[in-house]
Nanobody
Framework: QVQLVESGGRLVQAGGSLRLSCAAS????????MGWFRQAPGKEREFVVA????????NYADSVKGRFTISRDNAKNTVYLQMNSLKPEDTAVYYC?????????????????WGQGTRVTVSS
């Protein structure tokens, strides 16, 4: 069992930056690939980025490449999402998720555990 708690979401102006954190509790965090997803109002949940269990492999959605960076600290059981050059279309609730296995997928079905989300609002 893994519990995930996201933090760091807030209101920010377009062009600004935020860093989201996802703290995990439970066993063997380093055994899980981690992903970030987001859901904007009235839209389906969409994949943002995933990171392998070791942190050595990442997979970004095209919409965030070059602007967002995922990282993880297995000693702290935490995964981070650094978001730069934010745009109004990045406004959403951001969720972190854990998938047992080495590599993260863009498919939400692969992920077993989900956090409650943290809200990011980007004003124009």
């Amino acid at each position: 069992q893994v519990q995930l708690v996201e933090s760091g979401g807030r209101l920010v102006q377009a062009g600004g930056s935020l860093r989201l954190s996802c703290a995990a509790s439970g066993r063997a965090f380093s055994s899980y690939a981690m992903g970030w997803f987001r859901q904007a109002p009235g839209k389906e949940r969409e994949f943002v980025v995933a990171i392998s269990w070791s942190g050595g492999s990442n997979n970004y959605a095209d919409s965030v490449k070059g602007r967002f960076t995922i990282s993880r600290d297995n000693a702290k059981n935490t995964v981070y999402l650094q978001m730069n050059s934010l745009k109004p279309e990045d406004t959403a609730v951001y969720y972190c998720a854990a998938a047992l296995g080495a590599y993260g997928s863009s498919r939400p079905q692969q992920y077993t555990y989900w956090g409650q989300g943290t809200r990011v609002t980007v004003s124009s």
